[in-house]
C-alpha cells in the first residue's frame, strides 16, 4: 500500500516548517521500513527538504490553498478511489492496516463538544451564531468529528458526497462567515469545514466508517503534542535510530 503525505509551507500553518518536516522525515522512513510506498504532494521546499524519504512526489507550489485541508482534498480529487492519505506526525509501529469494505477510513472519531476540546469548542460557538440551514447535512448538534489524518473513500459516489461537501461548505463559509469573524489566521476552522462536516455527512448518507486507531498501532502527534516533553523522550530515541537531526521548537 502506498502512503501518501503532504505539506505546502505556501499555507503558512506554521512559522518553523523544518520543525514540521523533520517529524515527515521520521514517519516516511519508518512508513517504508514497514513496507509501504511513499508519495508526497508538496511546495518546491517540502519537496526538497524531504527528498530522498519518499519515492514519488507532485509539486502543488502553483496551487492556491489557503486553508490547511485544502491540500489534503485536493489529493483526494486527482487520486483513485483507495488512496490512502496520511499525516507526517502519524508514527507507525506496525504496518497500517485498512478495511476496504467499508466506505471510508478515517483516523479516528473525536467528540466535538467535549470538555477537553475546548478549540473545537471555541471555533463552533462562532458558526453557532448563523443558520447554516443551506449547507447541506450541516446538523449544529452533531456531536463527533473524524479525525483525517488518516482519510480514504471506498468509491466515486461516496468521495462525491464528502469532497463536493467540503468544497460548497468552504465556499460559503469564505463569503459569509469569514469576511466578519476573521477566524482563519485563529481558530481551528478546517475542523469544523473538514472533520465536523464531514460526520454530518457521514450520519445523514448512511456511510459505513473504517477508524484506523482501533485495529492498527502507532501514534498520532497532533498539534500541541509535537511540543510536549514526554514526547521527545520517545521521539529522540527513534530520531537516533533513524540517524536523523531534529529540532526541539517550533521557535
Same mark, same amino acid.
Request: proline share 2%.
Given at each position: ?7 505546502? $509551507?505556501?499555507? =503558512? @500553518? ?9 517529524? /515527515?522525515? %521520521?514517519?516516511?522512513? !519508518?512508513? +517504508? ?51 490512502? $492519505?496520511?499525516? =507526517? @506526525? ?9 478495511? /476496504?469494505? %467499508?466506505?471510508?477510513? !478515517?483516523? +479516528? ?143
Amino acid at each position: 500500500m502506498t502512503l501518501i503525505f503532504s505539506y505546502s $509551507t505556501l499555507i =503558512g @500553518d506554521y512559522v518553523n516548517n523544518n520543525f514540521i518536516l523533520d517529524f /515527515y522525515k %521520521l514517519s516516511m522512513v !519508518i512508513a +517504508k521500513e514497514k513496507g509501504h510506498g511513499i508519495k508526497f504532494y508538496g511546495c518546491s521546499y517540502s519537496i526538497n527538504y524531504l527528498k530522498g524519504f519518499y519515492d514519488d512526489f507532485v509539486d502543488v507550489s502553483d496551487k492556491n490553498f489557503i486553508l490547511t485541508d485544502d491540500l489534503k482534498i485536493y489529493i483526494h480529487t486527482v487520486e483513485p478511489c483507495n488512496s490512502v $492519505t496520511i499525516d =507526517g @506526525d502519524i508514527i507507525l509501529y506496525d504496518k497500517l492496516t485498512i478495511n /476496504y469494505d %467499508l466506505d471510508i477510513s !478515517i483516523e +479516528k472519531f473525536e467528540p466535538s463538544r467535549h470538555p477537553k476540546s475546548r478549540g473545537i469548542k471555541k471555533t463552533l460557538a462562532y458558526f453557532d451564531r448563523y443558520d447554516l440551514s443551506d449547507v447541506k447535512y450541516y446538523s449544529p448538534t452533531n456531536d463527533k468529528i473524524l479525525n483525517v489524518g488518516i482519510l480514504r473513500f471506498r468509491n466515486e459516489e461516496i468521495k462525491k458526497h464528502f469532497i463536493d461537501g467540503y468544497y460548497s461548505f468552504r465556499e460559503y463559509y469564505l463569503k459569509n462567515i469569514e469576511p466578519k469573524e476573521d477566524l482563519m489566521r485563529r481558530e481551528r476552522v478546517c475542523v469544523i469545514l473538514c472533520q465536523f462536516y464531514f460526520h454530518c455527512i457521514a450520519v445523514n448518507n448512511n456511510i459505513s466508517i473504517d477508524a484506523c486507531n482501533h485495529t492498527n498501532s502507532y501514534k498520532h502527534y497532533m498539534g500541541p503534542q509535537k511540543l510536549k516533553d514526554y514526547s521527545w523522550t520517545e521521539l529522540d530515541q527513534m530520531f537516533k535510530k533513524y540517524g536523523l537531526n531534529h529540532r526541539k521548537s517550533l521557535q
